[in-house]
C-alpha cells in the first residue's frame, strides 16, 4: 500500500445524529449515505443497531452501494459475558460486513465507568476482535478516550490498542473523546504510537471542543496515521466531529495525499455538503472552507483589482476544484474594479473608462450607506447596473399601495383569534392602468398577491410569473445617528420552476415599503432573466 494512501471514514449517520437538534429519517440515513458513495468514502458507518428503530430500518434495508463499505458501530462484549454469547456482537455480525467497535483505553474510565480490572477490559478488546474476525471481512476498534488515557498512562493505553492490533483489528482508531487535546500534542502521541503499530493501520477520531478537530486529524496524519474518521460539516455531539468537507480537499490539494476521492469527484463536494443542509432544513454556512458561499467572495476594492490580475493574490485553491465559483461582491467598499468584475459575471459588456461605472460605483456606495447591502443581493445588483447603462427597461409601475391589517375575535367564549391582512395596488403597465385587491396572511403575502393578480392578467408576463416562489424573507433593523430613525433592511429569497435562486433587498423606515422594493425587484429580475419583453412604455 502507498504510504500516500489515507482511508476516509464517515460517522456523519451516528455522530452526526447526535448533534443538538438533529435527528435523522431512515430515509435521511439513506440520501446521505448515497451522497457520501458518490464521493468514494472508503467507509460510511450506518449507525448502532439495535439501538433505537431509525438505525434497525436502515440496515434492514441498507442503501446499495457502488463505492464505499457500510460498517456498524457497537461496542465490545460486556464484562461477565463471552463473546460467543453477547447480543450484541451478535447483532453487529448481522448488520453489516465490517464493524466498528468502541472499548476503553483510559484505566481511569475502566475502573470508574466500567467498575472493572484493568486486564479485564484487555480481555474484552482481544476478544470481541477476535471473535468478530470470524464473522465479518473486516473489524476495527475505537480507543475512546486514547489521548487522555495515553497522558494520564501511556503504557495501558498502549496495551489497550494492541489487544486489539494483535488480535486482528485492521484498523486501532485514536479517539479523542473530549476534544481538549492540541494539535501538536497529537503528533507527538500519534507518532510514538506509530512506532508501536504501524501507521497503515492506525486512524484518528478528532472532536471540535477546541476548534482543532481538522487540525488535529492533519497532525495525526502527518505523524503516519492513515485512517481519518469524521463527519460532513463537522456535525456531531457537543461542538462537532471532524469535518471531513475541509479535511478533503485539504488533504488532497494541499499536502498530496491519495484519499480514494477522484478529481471529478472534488468538484462536487460543495453540492453534497449542500445535501445535508438541505435535509437538516438549514442554511448553509456562507463562511465554511471551500464550500462557502463567502469562501472565494471578495469585496474589498483592493483585493479584487489584484484578483482581477491573478486569482492567486487571494485565492488559496482554484474554487471550480470544489465545486464552488468566485463571488466579486459590491459593496461601500467597492472600487472601480469589483464593478467591472461583477459586471463580466453578469455577461454585461462595459468600457472600463465609462463615466458611467464611475457613477454607478458612487450610487453603490450611497445606497449602503442609507442601509442597502449588495453583497447578499445579487439580483437587485444587477438590476441597478443594467438600469445604469440603460439596459433594463421597466416592466410595470406601481403608483400607490395600501395594506390594511385586521384582527377579528370570536364570541366571548371563544379566544380563536384571526389576523387577515388586506392590499390594494394601483399598476400601470403599458398604457393600461389597473386595480387589484388580495387578501393574506400577512401585509407581504397580501402585497404580493395583489401584485401578482394584475401581471398574471398580462399574457407576455404570467408564464414567469406564475414561476416566483419566495422562499425565504429576512428583515433588519438598522439604526443612524442617536438611536431614533430606524432604518429597515429587508432580504428577499426567491426560486423558480428551473431550481434558479436569486436575492432581492429593499430599505426604507417603512417595513412595508422595504418590502414592496425587494419584492419588485424580485419580480422584475425574473421577468428580465426569461427574456420577457417589457410592455411598459
Given at each position: 500500500?502507498?504510504?500516500?494512501?489515507?482511508y476516509?471514514?464517515?460517522?456523519?449517520?451516528?455522530?452526526?445524529?447526535?448533534?443538538?437538534?438533529?435527528?435523522f429519517?431512515t430515509?435521511?440515513?439513506?440520501?446521505?449515505a448515497?451522497a457520501l458513495d458518490?464521493?468514494?468514502?472508503d467507509y460510511?458507518?450506518?449507525?448502532?443497531?439495535g439501538a433505537?428503530?431509525?438505525?434497525d430500518?436502515f440496515?434492514a434495508?441498507?442503501?446499495k452501494?457502488k463505492?464505499?463499505?457500510?460498517t456498524a458501530?457497537?461496542?465490545?462484549r460486556?464484562?461477565?459475558r463471552?463473546?460467543?454469547?453477547?447480543?450484541g456482537l451478535?447483532?453487529?455480525?448481522?448488520?453489516?460486513?465490517?464493524?466498528?467497535?468502541?472499548?476503553?483505553?483510559?484505566?481511569?474510565?475502566?475502573?470508574?465507568a466500567?467498575?472493572?480490572?484493568?486486564?479485564d477490559?484487555?480481555?474484552?478488546?482481544?476478544?470481541?476482535?477476535?471473535?468478530?474476525?470470524?464473522?465479518?471481512?473486516?473489524?476495527?476498534?475505537?480507543?475512546e478516550?486514547?489521548?487522555?488515557?495515553?497522558?494520564?498512562?501511556?503504557?495501558?493505553?498502549?496495551?489497550?490498542?494492541?489487544?486489539?492490533?494483535?488480535?486482528g483489528?485492521?484498523?486501532?482508531?485514536?479517539?479523542?473523546?473530549?476534544?481538549?487535546?492540541?494539535?501538536?500534542?497529537?503528533?507527538?502521541?500519534?507518532?510514538?504510537?506509530?512506532?508501536?503499530?504501524?501507521?497503515?493501520?492506525?486512524?484518528i477520531?478528532?472532536?471540535?471542543?477546541t476548534?482543532?478537530?481538522?487540525?488535529?486529524?492533519?497532525a495525526a496524519?502527518?505523524a503516519?496515521?492513515r485512517q481519518?474518521?469524521?463527519?460532513?460539516?463537522?456535525?456531531?455531539e457537543?461542538?462537532?466531529?471532524?469535518?471531513?468537507i475541509?479535511?478533503?480537499?485539504?488533504?488532497m490539494?494541499?499536502?498530496?495525499f491519495?484519499?480514494?476521492?477522484?478529481?471529478d469527484?472534488?468538484?462536487?463536494?460543495?453540492?453534497?455538503?449542500?445535501?445535508l443542509?438541505?435535509?437538516?432544513?438549514?442554511?448553509?454556512?456562507?463562511q465554511?472552507?471551500?464550500?462557502?458561499?463567502s469562501a472565494?467572495?471578495?469585496?474589498?476594492?483592493?483585493?479584487?483589482?489584484?484578483?482581477?490580475k491573478n486569482?492567486?493574490?487571494?485565492e488559496?485553491?482554484?474554487?471550480?476544484?470544489v465545486?464552488?465559483?468566485?463571488h466579486?461582491l459590491?459593496?461601500?467598499?467597492?472600487?472601480?474594479?469589483?464593478i467591472?468584475?461583477?459586471?463580466?459575471?453578469?455577461g454585461?459588456?462595459?468600457?472600463?473608462?465609462?463615466?458611467?461605472?464611475?457613477?454607478?460605483?458612487?450610487?453603490?456606495?450611497?445606497?449602503?450607506?442609507?442601509g442597502?447591502?449588495?453583497?447578499?443581493a445579487?439580483a437587485?445588483?444587477?438590476?441597478?447596473a443594467?438600469?445604469?447603462?440603460?439596459?433594463l427597461d421597466?416592466y410595470?409601475?406601481v403608483t400607490?399601495f395600501?395594506v390594511i391589517?385586521?384582527?377579528?375575535?370570536?364570541?366571548?367564549?371563544d379566544?380563536?383569534?384571526?389576523?387577515?391582512?388586506e392590499?390594494?395596488?394601483k399598476?400601470v403597465?403599458?398604457?393600461?392602468?389597473?386595480?387589484?385587491?388580495?387578501?393574506?396572511?400577512?401585509?407581504?403575502?397580501?402585497?404580493?398577491?395583489?401584485?401578482?393578480?394584475?401581471?398574471?392578467?398580462?399574457?407576455?408576463?404570467?408564464d414567469?410569473?406564475?414561476?416566483?416562489?419566495?422562499?425565504?424573507?429576512?428583515?433588519?433593523?438598522i439604526?443612524?445617528?442617536?438611536?431614533t430613525?430606524?432604518?429597515?433592511?429587508?432580504?428577499?429569497?426567491?426560486r423558480d420552476?428551473e431550481?434558479?435562486?436569486?436575492?432581492?433587498?429593499?430599505?426604507?423606515?417603512?417595513?412595508?415599503?422595504?418590502?414592496?422594493n425587494?419584492?419588485?425587484?424580485?419580480?422584475?429580475y425574473k421577468l428580465?432573466?426569461?427574456?420577457?419583453?417589457?410592455?411598459h412604455?
Amino acid at each position: 500500500m502507498s504510504d500516500k494512501r489515507v482511508y476516509l471514514y464517515d460517522s456523519t449517520l451516528r455522530d452526526g445524529q447526535q448533534t443538538q437538534g438533529v435527528d435523522f429519517s431512515t430515509a435521511d440515513k439513506t440520501a446521505i449515505a448515497k451522497a457520501l458513495d458518490e464521493l468514494s468514502i472508503d467507509y460510511i458507518e450506518g449507525g448502532w443497531p439495535g439501538a433505537n428503530p431509525t438505525d434497525d430500518a436502515f440496515f434492514a434495508n441498507p442503501p446499495k452501494l457502488k463505492n464505499s463499505k457500510l460498517t456498524a458501530f457497537g461496542m465490545t462484549r460486556r464484562a461477565g459475558r463471552s463473546a460467543s454469547n453477547d447480543p450484541g456482537l451478535a447483532s453487529l455480525a448481522q448488520n453489516a460486513p465490517i464493524v466498528c467497535m468502541v472499548g476503553k483505553s483510559w484505566d481511569f474510565q475502566v475502573t470508574e465507568a466500567l467498575g472493572i480490572e484493568l486486564d479485564d477490559n484487555l480481555s474484552m478488546i482481544a476478544d470481541s476482535i477476535a471473535h468478530l474476525k470470524t464473522k465479518v471481512s473486516e473489524v476495527m476498534f475505537d480507543a475512546e478516550h486514547f489521548f487522555d488515557g495515553y497522558k494520564a498512562s501511556r503504557d495501558y493505553a498502549l496495551s489497550a490498542i494492541k489487544a486489539a492490533y494483535e488480535a486482528g483489528a485492521r484498523w486501532v482508531v485514536l479517539c479523542d473523546t473530549n476534544g481538549g487535546t492540541l494539535p501538536d500534542e497529537i503528533f507527538d502521541i500519534v507518532t510514538d504510537v506509530c512506532s508501536q503499530i504501524p501507521g497503515a493501520h492506525v486512524g484518528i477520531h478528532c472532536h471540535n471542543d477546541t476548534e482543532n478537530a481538522v487540525a488535529n486529524s492533519l497532525a495525526a496524519v502527518r505523524a503516519g496515521a492513515r485512517q481519518v474518521q469524521g463527519t460532513l460539516n463537522g456535525l456531531g455531539e457537543r461542538c462537532g466531529n471532524a469535518n471531513l468537507i475541509s479535511i478533503i480537499p485539504t488533504l488532497m490539494l494541499k499536502m498530496g495525499f491519495d484519499v480514494g476521492v477522484s478529481k471529478d469527484q472534488l468538484t462536487q463536494l460543495r453540492r453534497i455538503s449542500h445535501i445535508l443542509d438541505e435535509r437538516l432544513n438549514r442554511e448553509p454556512t456562507r463562511q465554511a472552507a471551500y464550500v462557502g458561499d463567502s469562501a472565494f467572495a471578495h469585496k474589498g476594492g483592493l483585493h479584487v483589482s489584484a484578483v482581477e490580475k491573478n486569482p492567486a493574490c487571494y485565492e488559496h485553491v482554484e474554487p471550480e476544484l470544489v465545486g464552488n465559483q468566485r463571488h466579486i461582491l459590491v459593496s461601500d467598499q467597492a472600487g472601480r474594479s469589483n464593478i467591472l468584475a461583477r459586471f463580466r459575471e453578469i455577461g454585461v459588456d462595459v468600457d472600463p473608462k465609462s463615466e458611467a461605472v464611475g457613477k454607478l460605483v458612487e450610487n453603490v456606495k450611497q445606497r449602503e450607506f442609507d442601509g442597502y447591502a449588495y453583497d447578499g443581493a445579487e439580483a437587485s445588483f444587477e438590476l441597478l447596473a443594467r438600469k445604469a447603462m440603460g439596459e433594463l427597461d421597466r416592466y410595470f409601475r406601481v403608483t400607490s399601495f395600501r395594506v390594511i391589517d385586521e384582527r377579528r375575535w370570536g364570541d366571548e367564549q371563544d379566544d380563536q383569534v384571526i389576523t387577515m391582512s388586506e392590499a390594494t395596488v394601483k399598476v400601470v403597465v403599458g398604457d393600461d392602468q389597473f386595480m387589484s385587491v388580495a387578501e393574506g396572511n400577512g401585509p407581504v403575502n397580501a402585497l404580493d398577491a395583489a401584485l401578482r393578480k394584475v401581471l398574471l392578467t398580462v399574457p407576455e408576463y404570467r408564464d414567469a410569473v406564475e414561476q416566483i416562489e419566495l422562499i425565504d424573507y429576512k428583515v433588519r433593523i438598522i439604526t443612524r445617528g442617536d438611536g431614533t430613525r430606524a432604518v429597515t433592511r429587508v432580504m428577499i429569497e426567491s426560486r423558480d420552476a428551473e431550481g434558479n435562486n436569486w436575492a432581492t433587498v429593499g430599505v426604507s423606515t417603512n417595513i412595508i415599503e422595504a418590502s414592496y422594493n425587494a419584492l419588485r425587484d424580485s419580480i422584475t429580475y425574473k421577468l428580465f432573466k426569461s427574456g420577457v419583453r417589457s410592455q411598459h412604455g
